[in-house]
């Protein structure tokens, strides 16, 4: 079974300034998907980002990008410029790309980031 | 507008009174699954449905059933809640496609006391 973990239930970052959450995560398969969902206090899950583990090139989508460290089942956020909309809980989920794993999203326990100005 | 929609946003219930939380989406998408959310655990697939009549299991099913009659709804069925059951329950839908993210209901408070 694939595992999701996020090692830092907590961070903060200062306005303007650069935070990287971390994720790392537990598969045999080869070929799968990864993403990043956000949780404002709305409760609303938002798709920051998603990377395919066959493409060695980064995602970026605006201030958000991905350091994906296919060898070590790495895959950090990056939040540049940070923003007080910023602040929520941030989710890393892993689905993979054949049979079981395929219907669904394994996520971890989610990182709280809280953004001072 | 795309959207999931998830009935009710809140309910509080007592031990044993079956309930009903409905989910529907406008996107005719083939993939739908529930989940719940308890903090510090994440999110945790209960059931998932691969198409109309097709469902089964996933990690933290006890407790829990589901039906898909018709594609746009997928309802989660509670016939005997307990406590345990008290949770934020998060309904999602999908199209089939390995990079397509799934799509999130506004989420389900429910309290069993």
């Known amino acids: 079974a694939q595992t999701v973990t996020q090692s830092q239930p907590e961070m903060s970052v200062q306005e303007a300034e650069t935070v990287t959450l971390s994720c790392t995560y537990d598969?045999?398969?080869?070929?799968?998907?990864l993403f990043w969902y956000k949780q404002p206090p709305s409760r609303q899950m938002i798709l920051v980002i998603r990377?395919?583990?066959?493409?060695?090139q980064n995602a970026t989508e605006n201030r958000f990008s991905v350091n994906f460290q296919k060898a070590a089942k790495s895959f950090s956020l990056k939040i540049s410029d940070s923003q007080l909309g910023d602040a929520a809980m941030y989710f890393c989920?892993?689905?993979?790309?054949?049979?079981?794993?395929?219907?669904?999203?394994?996520f971890g326990k989610g990182t709280l980031l809280t953004v001072n100005p | 507008e795309a959207q999931v929609t998830q009935n009710p946003r809140y309910l509080i219930t007592v031990t044993g009174k079956k309930l009903t939380v409905t989910c529907s989406q406008n996107?005719?998408?083939?993939?739908m699954s529930w989940y719940r959310q308890d903090p510090g655990l994440g999110l945790r697939q209960i059931y998932y449905?691969?198409?109309?009549?097709?469902?089964d299991k996933g990690d933290v099913p006890e407790g829990y059933k589901v039906s898909r009659k018709e594609k746009r709804n997928f309802p989660l069925i509670l016939e005997s809640p307990s406590p345990n059951q008290t949770s934020l329950y998060f309904c999602?839908?999908?199209?089939?496609?390995?990079?397509?993210?799934?799509?999130f209901g506004q989420g389900t408070r429910l309290t069993v006391v």
């Open positions: 999602a839908s999908s199209s089939p496609g390995d990079y397509t993210e799934a799509f």
């Open positions: 598969t045999s398969e080869s070929d799968y998907y």
């Open positions: 990377q395919e583990a066959y493409k060695q």
């Open positions: 989920a892993y689905k993979g790309g054949s049979g079981g794993s395929n219907y669904k999203l394994t």
């Open positions: 996107m005719n998408h083939e993939y």
């Open positions: 449905s691969m198409n109309v009549e097709v469902t």
